[in-house]
């Protein structure tokens, strides 16, 4: 393989993991915006998240697209190929967090009338606040290849699973101490659930990085999860 070919297909490859990170600094702030909106009740900026989301499944779509090229035309091997397949798998999670954001927003947009219910908003900012550093810890890890770093992220899910559990009670208890709350609960409960979805995705990103990096598809162990039966709820 000459010079000019080496280096057209290390470019490639560059260029794949470039974009994947840039559609992972896109899904964070999609994230950010879709949890400062349903705190603040800001519609304006829901909006924007909505409308921002076709941003995501189109970068989703051109790294696929870039992705299968690549391996069809130069066939990559050993580490190149895992370089390509990890970040069609990225970009995939990511597509999918945008997709929760976009949710959560919707979610805004109806909450809008219903009563503050301040306690509740700030579980849902505190939930919202550890999902948004998890997601920003991996893409960082996947930007630098660090293997530690997605790995703490990893070992951490279980602290997404208990904001969550203790956000349903403490949504059910609102509902029962009053019947009116109901609807509002509702809409919290389904940005609760979106949070702690995109925060699997970030477990997810890094037991990719982890493949990417080490060439073993599994960490070793199962992953860490609480109250595995009100987490389907």
């Known amino acids: 393989m000459n010079e000019h070919i080496v280096k057209s297909y290390e470019d490639e490859l560059n ?44 970068l989703e779509a051109d790294i696929e697209r870039k992705a299968i090229r690549l391996i069809a035309l130069r066939q990559p091997m050993a580490n190149d190929l895992r370089k ?19 949710n959560i927003a919707k979610r805004t947009l109806v909450l809008t009338e219903a009563e503050p219910m301040s306690p509740l908003t700030r579980s849902i900012e505190r939930m919202g606040k550890l999902v948004l550093g998890r997601l920003k810890d991996v893409l960082d890890a996947y930007t630098a290849s660090d293997l530690d770093r997605a790995l703490a992220v990893w070992s951490r899910d279980d602290e997404v699973d208990e904001h969550y559990n ?14 009116r709350t109901i609807t509002a609960c509702a ?5 609760a659930k979106n949070l702690e979805r995109i925060g699997d995705h970030a477990t997810n990103i890094a037991e990719i990085i982890h493949y990417e990096i080490t060439g073993v598809e599994t960490i070793g162990s199962a992953r860490p999860k609480t ?4 987490r389907e709820a």
């Open 166 to 179: 203790s956000l349903f009670r403490e949504l059910l208890t609102y509902m029962m101490g009053d019947p």
């Open 15 to 58: 260029t794949l993991t470039a974009e994947c990170a840039r559609m992972g600094g896109l899904t964070e702030a999609q994230v950010g915006d879709s949890i400062d909106a349903v705190v603040r009740r800001d519609t304006t900026l829901a909006e924007s998240v909505v409308g921002r989301d076709q941003r995501l499944d189109i």
């Open 227 to 230: 109250d595995d039966l009100l």
């Open 84 to 102: 390509t397949v990890a970040a069609m798998k990225i970009a995939m999670n990511l597509e999918r967090c945008g997709d929760l954001a976009k």
């Open 187 to 191: 809409h919290m409960l389904f940005v």
